[in-house]
């Protein structure tokens, strides 16, 4: 059974940054596609960013792109999120999604394992 756990999150002032860490065990992690989402209090779950099985591709909801970098270490069973210029918008519970494929998703339905989450406050 696969199992993400994620950490790295924290209490931080607006422009400061953050790396995400997610550590997944269970399954081959080399040929599962990772991706990261957030869900902030009373919204819904929403897609921040993706990294295919090589981490070659990569992709970014608008909302993050050119502040947050998503990477892995296939050798470590490890993904990343480094979470640049915070806003207090960024604030949310961020999650990490796993699925088998090799490609680049963005709907939560695409994903079939999830972490618990870490929380990350911004304040302004």
């Known amino acids: 059974q696969a199992q993400l756990v994620e950490s790295g999150g924290g209490l931080v002032q607006a422009g400061d940054s953050l790396k995400l860490s997610c550590v997944a065990s269970?399954?081959?992690?080399?040929?599962?596609?990772m991706g990261w989402f957030r869900q902030a209090p009373g919204k819904e779950r929403e897609f921040v960013a993706a990294?295919?099985?090589?981490?070659?591709?990569?992709y970014y909801s608008d909302s993050v792109k050119g502040r947050f970098t998503v990477s892995r270490d296939n050798p470590k069973s490890t993904v990343f999120l480094q979470v640049n210029s915070l806003k207090p918008e960024d604030t949310a519970v961020y999650y990490c999604?796993?699925?088998?494929?090799?490609?680049?998703?963005?709907?939560?339905?695409?994903?079939?394992?999830w972490g618990q989450g870490t929380q990350v406050t911004v304040s302004s």
């Open positions: 999604a796993a699925r088998d494929g090799g490609g680049l998703y963005h709907r939560s339905d695409e994903y079939t394992d």
């Open positions: 269970g399954r081959p992690f080399g040929s599962r596609a």
């Open positions: 990294i295919n099985w090589s981490g070659s591709y990569t």
